[in-house]
């Protein structure tokens, strides 16, 4: 009989085990092991997984424990902050919303530097699951008779320099898990007729 504590490789795996190889894969990306694009890679197919044995091989070349390149590994906590990815690229980019919408969500590298424009439009920017090409990136919104919402994580130190003409910036109030080595989110721009707003949820919000 099978010992129910070692997972069988057509076993059904969680969001919970999907993000457990995920953190493996960043923290493997942060120490140099893969690049970006090997990170991509990995991260698309292992939330793409079904079983274990789908899970198996994204791990079984990094030598750090792994949920599933060993059954018997103990599981590793799923994390709870930004992933900082130094020398990531691009270091920069620009997202254009006049009369329509700029959305980004879910596992994605942040530049350097992000301007967005937003003209009659919107856009929504959920951070809580991205990748950070530096300590500290700057996001710069121009909005005009438009708004953005941007979504940080708990941990995440959110700094709020921008500029509102009839219109205006607001931030979280709830720094009471950020810490020294939080990842920073310079927010900057002008809003004109319009609104940015940054909001602090959790993961699972």
Same mark, same amino acid.
């Given at each position: 009989m099978e010992n129910p504590e070692h997972p069988a490789p057509q076993m059904r795996v969680s969001d919970a085990d999907r993000e457990q190889v995920a953190e493996i894969l960043r923290r493997a990306a942060g120490d140099g092991r893969i690049d970006t694009d090997e990170l991509d890679e990995r991260l698309g197919a292992a939330y793409a997984a079904?079983?274990? /044995?789908?899970?198996?091989?994204?791990? $079984?070349?990094?030598?750090? $424990?792994?949920?599933? $390149?060993?059954?018997? /590994?103990p599981p590793v906590p799923a994390r709870h902050g930004n992933v900082v990815v130094p020398g990531g690229s691009p270091t920069s980019e620009r997202g254009i919303a006049v009369l329509s919408g700029f959305e980004r969500r879910g596992d994605w590298l942040v530049p350097q530097q992000l301007t967005?424009? /937003?003209?009659?439009?919107? /856009?929504?920017?959920d951070t809580r699951r991205a990748r950070f090409s530096a300590p500290e990136v700057v996001i710069t919104v121009h909005a005009v008779m438009g708004g953005a919402e941007i979504?940080?994580?708990p941990t995440t130190?959110?700094?709020?320099?921008?500029?509102?003409?009839?219109?205006?910036?607001?931030?979280?109030?709830?720094?009471?898990?950020?810490t020294p080595d939080s990842p920073t989110l310079r927010i900057r721009g002008v809003a004109f007729w319009g609104g940015v707003s940054v909001t602090r949820r959790d993961l699972d919000a």
């Amino acid at each position: 009989m099978e010992n129910p504590e070692h997972p069988a490789p057509q076993m059904r795996v969680s969001d919970a085990d999907r993000e457990q190889v995920a953190e493996i894969l960043r923290r493997a990306a942060g120490d140099g092991r893969i690049d970006t694009d090997e990170l991509d890679e990995r991260l698309g197919a292992a939330y793409a997984a079904k079983t274990v /044995a789908d899970l198996v091989p994204l791990t $079984a070349d990094l030598p750090i $424990a792994q949920p599933y $390149a060993q059954p018997y /590994a103990p599981p590793v906590p799923a994390r709870h902050g930004n992933v900082v990815v130094p020398g990531g690229s691009p270091t920069s980019e620009r997202g254009i919303a006049v009369l329509s919408g700029f959305e980004r969500r879910g596992d994605w590298l942040v530049p350097q530097q992000l301007t967005v424009v /937003a003209v009659m439009g919107g /856009a929504h920017l959920d951070t809580r699951r991205a990748r950070f090409s530096a300590p500290e990136v700057v996001i710069t919104v121009h909005a005009v008779m438009g708004g953005a919402e941007i979504v940080v994580g708990p941990t995440t130190r959110v700094l709020m320099e921008g500029t509102g003409i009839m219109g205006g910036f607001s931030g979280p109030h709830d720094d009471s898990q950020v810490t020294p080595d939080s990842p920073t989110l310079r927010i900057r721009g002008v809003a004109f007729w319009g609104g940015v707003s940054v909001t602090r949820r959790d993961l699972d919000a």
